[in-house]
Structure formats: structure tokens, C-alpha cells
């Protein structure tokens, strides 16, 4: 089965960086897409950043310039890095990930969440 565990998750200063990690395991044959979404309370989940499989990045317009995704192919892992964060970055971060496995069709995944809180 495929799952999509997230690390990195904190409580962090105005001004400071944080890395999210998000590793994909399970009967993967082929990664597609890959993001990162967030949800702060009361509000909808939006995108942050997505990455296709040769690399080419879209950002939210809040982001670019302070937020950097990557990702690692052959260990199927994708990274946010996030700088000069601020409170309003505050959110509940998820994984996606658009996945072809060995027990299912091409499917879209999503992670459990890790919580970013940016406050003084």
C-alpha cells in the first residue's frame, strides 16, 4: 500500500527557515507530480508548490522567492525548504503525490499533515 509520511513539521521564530520532507513507500513503480498544500484554520487547503518528475516548479505567489521545493527521484522523497517565514505561513502542510504502484492505477495521495507554526 502506498503511503506518504511528512517530517519537519515545528513551532518557528518570524524570520526563520524551516525543511518539510515527504517520503513516498509502497509498490512504487512511477512518481508524478509531486506538491505541497496547506490548510490554516477556517480556510480551504491551497497549493504552496508542486514539481513535476524532471523538475520543472510552480509556487504560490506568497511563496515564491521565500520557498524552494525539490525532490529526491530515487528516494522518492519531495522537500519544501521554507525561509523568512512569517505568521500567516502558519498551516497545517500536506504532502500530494500522484502515484502508479504495483497494486493500483495511477492514483493521487495525500500525507497525514505536519503542523508549521510561525510565532514569537
Known amino acids: 500500500q502506498v503511503q506518504l509520511v511528512e517530517s519537519g513539521g515545528d513551532l518557528v521564530q518570524p524570520g526563520g527557515s524551516l525543511r518539510l520532507s515527504c517520503a513516498a513507500s509502497g509498490g512504487i513503480l512511477s512518481i508524478y507530480t509531486m506538491a505541497w498544500y496547506r490548510q490554516a484554520p477556517g480556510k480551504e487547503r491551497d497549493l504552496v508548490a508542486s514539481?513535476?518528475?524532471?523538475?520543472?516548479?510552480n509556487y504560490a505567489g506568497s511563496v515564491k522567492g521565500r520557498f524552494t521545493i525539490s525532490r529526491d527521484n530515487a528516494e522518492n522523497t519531495v522537500y519544501l525548504q521554507m525561509s523568512s517565514l512569517k505568521p500567516e505561513d502558519t498551516a497545517v502542510y500536506y504532502c500530494?503525490?500522484?502515484?502508479?504502484?504495483?497494486?493500483?492505477?495511477?492514483?493521487?495521495?495525500w500525507g497525514q499533515g505536519t503542523q508549521v507554526t510561525v510565532s514569537s
Open positions: 500530494y503525490a500522484d502515484i502508479l504502484s504495483q497494486f493500483t492505477r495511477r492514483t493521487r495521495y
Open positions: 514539481i513535476t518528475t524532471g523538475g520543472v516548479t
